[in-house]
């Protein structure tokens, strides 16, 4: 089944302990891209990948780092987690030469 | 670089009457206009897109306008019903320079309650 997936879905953590949410997608897109998403804010774009090796950073960047060393793995890293990044995330793929874009299904972060 | 209004936030109908949801961007070389719906503690998922060079797409229920000239786009549902329910998300997607597809700039989302 074709799907993008995350790990873990959910996680509490406290300030400043390093974690990793990976994102993993089966469909040999070149697109990927992680957001972020609160309330009344919306969909807030944190980095993403064209392809592999090549990242660029979104709307929000702060506070975190990617890397694609594979082309179905986009994990997320939070370095030094804080409050302020306690939300809900998503990863997102696409080839990149078409429009439709498929959302894994959320990790949702809780950094106490 | 691009930026996407939503209007309104919060729209109430009831079951069976039609639901409008509006979006304006910023960027003239916008050409990509999805809408997805997330319902309660899911992803979002795509319902219907359009892109610039056609004014109007239907899918049963639901249709998208586009207004290029204006540079807004609208999300129709009619004949709505209670699994209608959900989150509605607009976005649009220009070129980046180089020619490439850029990225998906989202609205802030529209909450939508169907009541029976």
């Known amino acids: 089944e074709a799907q993008v997936t995350q790990n873990p879905r959910y996680l509490i953590t406290v300030t400043g302990k390093k974690l990793t949410v990976t994102c993993s997608q089966n469909?040999?897109?070149?697109?990927m891209s992680w957001y972020r998403q609160d309330p009344g804010l919306g969909l807030r774009q944190i980095y993403y990948?064209?392809?592999?090796?090549?990242?660029d950073k979104g709307d929000v960047p702060e506070g975190y780092k990617v890397s694609r060393k594979e082309k179905r793995n986009f994990p997320l890293i939070l370095e030094s987690p804080s409050p302020n990044q306690t939300s809900l995330y998503f990863c997102a793929s696409r080839r990149r030469s078409d429009n439709e874009q498929f959302f894994g299904p959320g990790t949702r972060l809780t950094v106490l | 670089g691009e930026n996407v209004e939503q209007h309104p936030s919060t729209l109430s109908v009831q079951e069976g009457d039609s639901a409008v949801i509006k979006c304006t961007y910023s960027?003239?070389?916008?050409?990509?206009f999805p809408w997805y719906k997330q319902e309660l503690g899911k992803r979002p998922q795509l319902i219907i897109d359009i892109r610039s060079n056609v004014g109007e797409k239907k899918d049963q229920r639901i249709a998208v306008t586009l207004n290029k000239t204006a540079k807004h786009f609208s999300l129709h549902i009619t004949e709505t019903q209670p699994e209608d329910s959900a989150v509605y998300f607009c976005a649009a997607r220009g070129m980046n320079y180089g020619g490439s597809q850029g990225n998906l700039i989202f609205g802030k989302g529209t909450k939508l309650s169907v009541k029976p």
């Open positions: 960027d003239s070389a916008s050409n990509y």
């Open positions: 469909m040999n897109h070149e697109y």
């Open positions: 990948s064209m392809n592999v090796e090549v990242t």
